[in-house]
């Protein structure tokens, strides 16, 4: 049975013999990648797929992927992700926008000499929090 609105399977009714309730939470791991898919960007639930739209399990798993963050690989146990919120550059910082920019300095050696060189300004945000699209 479903209970409430949490989206995913709890438990089986009490069999009519007395026997025992069972349950198990949430998927982990890839079955979590596999089985829950979000409509219209909404919080995932869990979808019962048959043999029948094995396609719509695909297309759900390509899409959760691709919208996963590092730290839900890493909960899922696919990575290991040591600092997750060491910040990263995703892209680079339009005129004006200011949440989230840093100015990326690199140190570089010429002529025996360490100098620093601006880059320019990126919008950052904590690795654990990226997606696989904003690495790339």
Not at 28 to 48: H, Q
Not at 88 to 95: G, L, Y
Not at 96 to 108: F, R
Request: net charge negative; hydrophobic share 35%; with cysteine.
């Amino acid at each position: 049975m479903l209970e409430g609105d949490s989206g995913h399977f709890d438990g089986f009714e009490e069999m009519q013999d007395d026997t025992d309730y069972y349950t198990r939470g949430k998927d982990k791991g890839i079955w979590y990648l596999l089985l829950y898919s979000a409509e219209n960007g909404g919080e995932k639930k869990e979808i019962a797929y048959t043999v029948n739209n094995m396609g719509e399990m695909m297309a759900a798993a390509v899409k959760n992927l691709n919208t996963s963050t590092l730290q839900d690989f890493a909960d899922a146990g696919i990575i290991t992700l040591d600092n997750s919120a060491t910040l990263v550059p995703i892209r680079k910082a339009q005129d004006g926008e200011t949440e989230g920019v840093k100015d990326l300095i690199l140190e570089v050696e010429l002529n025996n000499k360490t100098q620093q060189v601006s880059v320019g300004s990126f919008v950052c945000k904590p690795i654990g929090e990226c997606t696989i699209e904003e690495l790339i």
